[in-house]
């Protein structure tokens, strides 16, 4: 897998008469201006490199500019910012390189990696071959007008054009990851974006040596991760994932389902269950109201949210995270598997994953409020199934799922979907349908017009009229107030007060008390 600067395909030629002209018309007329001052204070030469070719071959609006000059990268950036008035930024740890954003525009400067002579030799040491291309640009940018009709030779030593016609992942070199071990990660990263598949050898090499991947800072495997699963091909970059063994060296707690048998209400072990729900869940991202009929704008609008779609595909990843930990065998029930309150365990046991990847909190909460939350829409559709769904039981569900409840239902419609297995509840999926169509309704008629007005009941109505000590208790008061006043038990001011004396009176406090 290791390909000589010295090859075949080092240098192939774009079209002569537009080649010029569209690297021309790729830089914005302002960063064309600096650069040639650049030039001339600083010298060449001046590659576009990486990821900026490989988008102009694809036809595609570069996310930003990378630039690639022979040293001193880090200057290069500084002064263009002080040229640009843009934001100066060092990238990497003793790394060559910097980055320079003004406005819209984010511009990457690197030097030659350590150990190269050249522009090929840095190029044979990038990570995947579509990133190992390059365009020297300085004559073009020294030249004249008339010069934009030339055209400017594709430097490609590891073959990377061809690769990227034929949509294949290849490592530019077989000691890629070793340099870098992030980049186990990028091959699949990329693979999930540009929906290109991996070639063959790249991941015998990833099985080979994906042990190396403890070696990166956990912020950056995070931030890898978290592109894959913003894909659209997350689940088949995690299954491959899996397959080499990447995965399990990343996530030990979800490899630990790996061969775990289930109840015969499952067909796939604990791993390929959920790797399943991953999958069933991007497709109820696509088209929601395919199994949630009548809700596709309410649910098209949640999924359009901040980071909902990537939390819920994380939430199905890793909703079946607590069951090895919860699996248990009843000898007295026909060796019955059982999971107890694995939902519960999942939950804490994700918050101690996600802060090892250095998760912000707010992502945190909000997976672990799914995931711990995953099993109850399936609670409340055995109880409704078995008898009536009391409103309380809806409403209780409703003000615990808060903004998520769409979320906590397509995450269990996944996990149904995923559970194929001989003793399978038959018509699942249209009872949890169906009870996502009755909790919409409960909190549109019930949870809602309470949580939009003022309460009947404050903490200060506590100890002005009740003469009760702040404490825990008061938080629990006025949330059964609240929720008596959704039922319709409570009505008015008085009636909530009367509730809120019989509650204390429960526990013990009367006036001047509180709850211990």
Known sequence: MTCSPGGSEVVTPLSPQVAGQRVIDLLPAWLRRHLVVLLGELGGPLYLAGGVVRDLLRG??????????????????????????????????????????????????????????DILDDLTRRDLTINAMALRIDPLLRGSGSDCA??????????????????RIRAAGGDAFTADPLRLLRVFRFAACLGFTIETGTLTLVRQQRALIIAPAPERISHELDLILASSQAYRACAEMAETGLLGEILPELQAGAGMVQPASHHLDVLGHSLDTLRHMEELIVSPAARFPGHGERLAAYLATGRNRVRLKWA????????????????????RITFHNHDLAGADLFRAVARRLRWGNDDIEQVARLIGAHMRPFHLANVARASTLTLRAAIRLVRAAGDSLPGLLLLAMADALAGQGPERVAGMEEELADLYDH??????????????????????????????????????????VEEARMEGAV????????????????QGCGPGGSDK
């Open 60 to 117: 595609v609006e570069p996310a930003d500019m990378d630039l690639t000059v022979r040293e001193g990268a880090r200057a290069w950036a500084a002064r263009l910012a002080g040229l640009s008035g843009g934001a100066y930024v060092e990238l990497g740890r003793g790394e060559d390189a910097a980055r320079v954003v003004s406005g819209p525009v984010t511009v990457d400067f690197s030097a030659f990696r350590e150990g190269a002579t």
């Open 150 to 167: 030339a055209g400017i030779d594709l430097l490609d030593p590891t073959g990377g054009r061809e690769d990227l016609a034929a949509g």
């Open 316 to 335: 199905a990843l890793l909703h079946d995270l607590g069951k090895p930990v919860t699996r248990a065998v009843n000898a007295e029930r026909d060796d």
């Open 439 to 480: 909790l919409e309704r409960v909190r549109a008629e019930h949870v809602a017009p309470v949580q939009a007005g003022p309460p009947l009941l404050t903490g200060r109505d506590l100890i002005e009229r009740l003469q009760l000590v702040p404490g825990p208790l008061f938080k629990k008061i006025l949330a059964a």
């Open 491 to 506: 009505e008015d001011a008085d009636g909530a007060l009367q509730l809120a004396r019989s509650l204390a009176a429960a």
